[in-house]
């Protein structure tokens, strides 16, 4: 083998660097072919482990995996690289030798570099599988190990490439210390925020928040170390700052989600000219709804006790109370939630009055439901105010509104009446 690159050097020697080129040439073809096998091996063996290991399958995980075990590869490459330009038989110059072995120094430590990357990449997707990975998420914390791996490497391939210790690279960031503070000030603050954040529990994946100062209203769907994305409600997806969640106000639906009940908080405005009182013939039409029984019955019997102390004072029968239509819609709405099997029963249930105002008698639903779905919740919303609207005129009173057609009071049969009881 000696003789023969002996004889090729002898016949190359009047074209100066020949010889040089075609073996480095060679070694370029030898690092292929090892990269080729190095790469088939790693991915068949390797995959297979880390599969085995992590437990993880699926498209994007193989893309990690790959790029991962691809990048390993190309350390063997330079390696024979490094190690080819020492041969003797290959005669190359010091100084060739020297600047190839710092190149595939500074590639090796590149590689790793990337290596490294992509396997703190696979270690969010790992953890990302854990039932508490929403929770706690350690985007960040991992994006923040990347920048210090790559500055790290940074050190090392420049100290690799101008043939120099790295101490010495090192030593000259004393005096960089406030440049690279206003470099990665944006890197401190969100890191620091996403220490409160995680902290206090404030924001978790899949929370739902409302941010109005940065237009966003949504599911977050990612928190990094730098922004959190939120995909709002029409599908579009707002990147927030991290720190913005630390300095500003916003609103986390997660309370809403957990306790299991989601409120609806809406006025009927009664038309205040519709409000009278009811005489005993209305009252007993309206002693047929099953959910005013125990209102009226007692209602009757404190007017009764009322009145007779009237009575006894001497009182005109302009003093006496009487029932009221409002008075009795309002028992009779709250009665209605109260047996409405979609009403969470739990939780707060108020039918109230409001201050009126030009607008009418604002009457107040104030309940939750018992299915937070936003659909479902719209629905059961629409569905009790369709059947409150529908039977308002029963108790002779008028929503208002005010562009109306309505002249007068509705004149409501008995008919219906019995069809609203049976309904009810």
């Known amino acids: 083998m000696e003789e023969y690159f002996a004889l090729l050097r002898e016949s190359l020697a009047p074209y100066p660097g020949a010889y040089s080129g075609i073996m480095l040439a060679a070694l370029v073809v030898i690092a292929a072919i090892a990269n080729r096998l190095t790469r088939y091996i790693l991915i068949q063996r390797m995959s297979g482990l880390l599969n085995h290991f992590l437990g993880i399958e699926g498209t994007e995980d193989d893309v990690i995996r790959m790029a991962m075990v691809s990048r390993l590869a190309n350390v063997v490459p330079a390696l024979v690289l490094f190690g080819g330009?020492?041969?003797?038989?290959?005669?190359?110059?010091?100084?060739?030798?020297?600047?190839?072995?710092?190149?595939?120094?500074?590639?090796?430590?590149?590689?790793?570099?990337?290596?490294?990357?992509?396997?703190?990449?696979?270690?969010?997707?790992?953890?990302?599988?854990?039932?508490?990975?929403?929770?706690?998420?350690?985007?960040?914390?991992?994006?923040l190990g990347k920048i210090v791996i790559f500055v790290v490497a940074a050190i090392l391939i420049i100290s690799m490439l101008v043939n120099r210790n790295p101490l010495i690279l090192l030593s000259g960031l004393g005096a960089m210390a406030a440049v690279l503070m206003l470099i990665f000030q944006d890197t401190i603050l969100s890191l620091v925020a996403s220490l409160q954040l995680g902290s206090n529990d404030m924001v978790r994946i899949g929370d739902w928040i409302e941010m109005p100062s940065q237009n966003a209203d949504g599911d977050v769907i990612e928190?990094?170390?730098?922004?959190?994305?939120?995909?709002?409600?029409?599908?579009?997806?707002?990147?927030?700052?991290?720190?913005?969640?630390?300095?500003?106000?916003?609103?986390?639906?997660?309370?809403?989600?957990?306790?299991?009940?989601?409120?609806?908080?809406?006025?009927?405005?009664?038309?205040?000219?519709?409000?009278?009182?009811?005489?005993?013939?209305?009252?007993?039409?309206?002693?047929?709804?099953?959910?005013?029984?125990?209102?009226?019955?007692?209602?009757?019997?404190?007017?009764?006790?009322?009145?007779?102390?009237?009575?006894?004072?001497?009182?005109?029968?302009?003093?006496?109370?009487?029932?009221?239509?409002?008075?009795?819609?309002?028992?009779?709405?709250?009665?209605?939630?109260?047996?409405?099997?979609?009403?969470?029963?739990?939780?707060?249930?108020?039918?109230?009055?409001?201050?009126?105002?030009?607008?009418?008698?604002?009457?107040?639903?104030y309940c939750f439901t018992n299915d937070i779905r936003w659909g479902v919740y719209e629905g059961i919303q629409s569905d009790i105010f369709d059947h409150l609207l529908a039977i308002l005129p029963i108790f002779d009173l008028r929503v208002f509104q005010q562009c109306s057609d309505t002249s007068g009071m509705v004149t409501v049969s008995p008919a219906l009446i019995s069809q609203s009881k049976q309904q009810s």
């Open 85 to 143: 330009v020492s041969v003797p038989e290959f005669a190359f110059s010091e100084t060739l030798a020297v600047i190839v072995r710092n190149v595939c120094s500074a590639f090796i430590v590149l590689t790793i570099a990337l290596a490294l990357g992509k396997l703190l990449d696979l270690i969010d997707l790992v953890y990302r599988h854990r039932p508490d990975a929403s929770s706690k998420p350690i985007k960040g914390f991992l994006q």
């Open 223 to 365: 928190i990094a170390l730098h922004t959190v994305k939120v995909q709002n409600w029409d599908k579009t997806i707002t990147t927030i700052p991290v720190r913005k969640l630390i300095t500003d106000s916003f609103k986390n639906w997660r309370g809403m989600s957990e306790s299991g009940g989601r409120r609806i908080k809406r006025s009927l405005y009664i038309d205040q000219r519709s409000v009278r009182f009811l005489d005993d013939a209305e009252v007993g039409r309206l002693e047929e709804f099953v959910l005013l029984d125990d209102y009226l019955d007692r209602k009757r019997k404190e007017l009764s006790e009322w009145n007779a102390r009237l009575e006894i004072q001497g009182a005109k029968p302009i003093n006496e109370r009487r029932v009221t239509n409002l008075g009795t819609f309002r028992a009779y709405v709250e009665q209605y939630l109260r047996s409405h099997s979609r009403i969470h029963q739990e939780m707060t249930l108020l039918v109230r009055q409001l201050q009126p105002g030009p607008t009418g008698i604002p009457l107040e639903i």
